[in-house]
């Protein structure tokens, strides 16, 4: 058996408005997230991989905007209900946060197999809207991030 590796991307998609991308999760309706996904292989860069998800979510190609590594890093346990899709003893997963900004939105084509909606939204409504507290924390930095860039 193949199992995952427990090193995630989670790439927060927004325009240069701050209106954030969401994608409702297809096995738990009503759960809205940024793109997200684990590494494919131990030796896989995160950068790749960000780009990869992200592709593979939502149809969108890295290069039309600029993606960024945040330098920030979550790790968290897994939830109970996921735990067999990971080695034996596995127990957290260490979340790598990228930014990807789109000059405007993007046409979006999701994966039927992951999710089954997608919108924008302002950041603030995004960031509510998210299950995820590393998802949510996330969005909210890019109020930081306008006044810095």
Same mark, same amino acid.
């Given at each position: 058996?193949?199992?995952?590796?427990?090193?995630?991307?989670?790439?927060?998609?927004?325009?240069?408005?701050?209106?954030?991308?969401?994608?409702?999760?297809?096995?738990?309706?009503?759960?809205?997230?940024?793109?997200?996904?684990?590494?494919?292989?131990?030796?896989?860069?995160?950068?790749?991989?960000?780009?990869?998800?992200?592709?593979?979510?939502?149809?969108?190609?890295?290069?039309?905007?600029?993606?960024?590594?945040?330098?920030?890093?979550?790790?968290?346990?897994?939830?109970?209900?996921?735990?067999?899709?990971?080695? @034996?003893?596995?127990?957290?997963?260490? *979340? +790598? &946060?990228?930014? %990807?900004? #789109?000059?405007? =939105?993007? @046409?979006?084509?999701?994966?039927?197999? *992951? +999710? &089954?909606?997608? %919108?924008? #939204?302002?950041? =603030?409504?995004?960031?509510?809207?998210?299950?995820?507290?590393?998802?949510?924390?996330?969005?909210?930095?890019?109020?930081?991030?306008?006044?810095?860039?």
């Amino acid at each position: 058996m193949s199992y995952k590796i427990p090193v995630s991307v989670l790439v927060v998609v927004y325009s240069a408005a701050r209106e954030v991308l969401l994608l409702e999760r297809a096995q738990r309706p009503g759960f809205w997230q940024s793109v997200t996904g684990s590494l494919e292989r131990a030796d896989e860069p995160l950068e790749a991989a960000a780009a990869r998800e992200l592709h593979e979510e939502t149809g969108i190609d890295a290069a039309r905007g600029r993606l960024e590594r945040w330098n920030v890093a979550n790790t968290f346990e897994i939830y109970l209900h996921w735990r067999h899709r990971f080695a @034996p003893g596995v127990t957290r997963n260490t *979340e +790598h &946060v990228f930014g %990807l900004e #789109l000059v405007e =939105r993007s @046409p979006v084509a999701i994966s039927p197999d *992951e +999710h &089954v909606a997608f %919108l924008w #939204l302002p950041w =603030r409504e995004a960031a509510q809207k998210c299950f995820s507290w590393s998802n949510r924390d996330a969005i909210r930095m890019l109020a930081e991030r306008a006044v810095i860039s």
